[in-house]
């Protein structure tokens, strides 16, 4: 019964060129969220997902991100044009869904833009 | 302004020694999860309160609700090194999404 998956664990980018981070959720999960954290710091939620739809994205940056989570296949977190303060780790859980779901978290992909 | 305000923001302690750290809000949150992250690995769940004054013990982790709902608390007994990580709290307001506090960085010294 596999967790979370995430890929690629580390992803290292030139300023300008694009992010693509995939979360693949757990088996019978239909709920994806998306949180990043800078080094000694917190999370910071991004977006939620449903399949097919966003369901929030108070925490995404207005220009450059964007997500999805398709009917068939892994959420996409998208950062087009990176910059040097997009490096951070970005974690992705997923959970069933309902009030007072659980959510279980991949081990993140690490960008570093250079 | 943080929704969940984590206290203390970091803490050394000596190896068999007790703890206490602290989530705190001004919001009600239908459930409250806690989670431990080491370096380098994402967060791993270690409980989910729900009813306002519930506590779960996992081992010598003493978890507590607060009563309105609005705070919780993690007692550690006899801390070991393999307690170290970043303590996050996280609480849902009904509405699927989880807010995450500031965490506690606890490392314990052996």
């Known amino acids: 019964n596999a967790g979370v998956m995430q890929n690629p664990r580390h992803l290292v980018r030139r300023r300008g060129q694009e992010a693509r981070l995939r979360c693949s959720p757990m088996k019978g999960h239909s709920h994806v969220y998306w949180y990043r954290q800078l080094p000694e710091e917190g999370l910071k939620f991004m977006v939620y997902?449903?399949?097919?739809?966003?369901?929030?994205e108070s925490g995404m940056p207005k220009e450059r991100f964007s997500a999805e989570f398709p009917k068939e296949g892994p959420s996409i977190l998208r950062i087009q044009q990176v910059v040097r303060g997009d490096s951070a780790a970005y974690f992705c859980a997923s959970s069933q869904g309902g009030q007072n779901t659980e959510a279980f978290f991949g081990q993140g992909t690490r960008l570093t833009v250079v | 302004t943080q929704l969940l305000e984590q206290s203390p923001q970091f803490l050394s302690i000596q190896e068999g020694e007790n703890l206490t750290v602290y989530c705190n809000s001004s919001s009600v949150f239908s459930s409250l999860q806690w989670y431990r992250q080491e370096p380098g690995e994402g967060p791993v769940l270690l409980v989910t309160?729900?009813?306002?004054?519930e506590v779960k013990k996992l081992k010598r982790l003493t978890f507590q609700f607060g009563d309105a709902r609005k705070d919780s608390s993690l007692h550690i007994t006899a801390a070991q090194p393999g307690d170290t990580g970043l303590y996050l709290c996280a609480g849902e307001r009904g509405n699927e999404k989880l807010t995450f506090g500031t965490g506690t960085r606890l490392t314990i010294i052996p």
């Open positions: 309160v729900v009813t306002g004054g």
């Open positions: 997902l449903q399949k097919e739809n966003i369901i929030d």
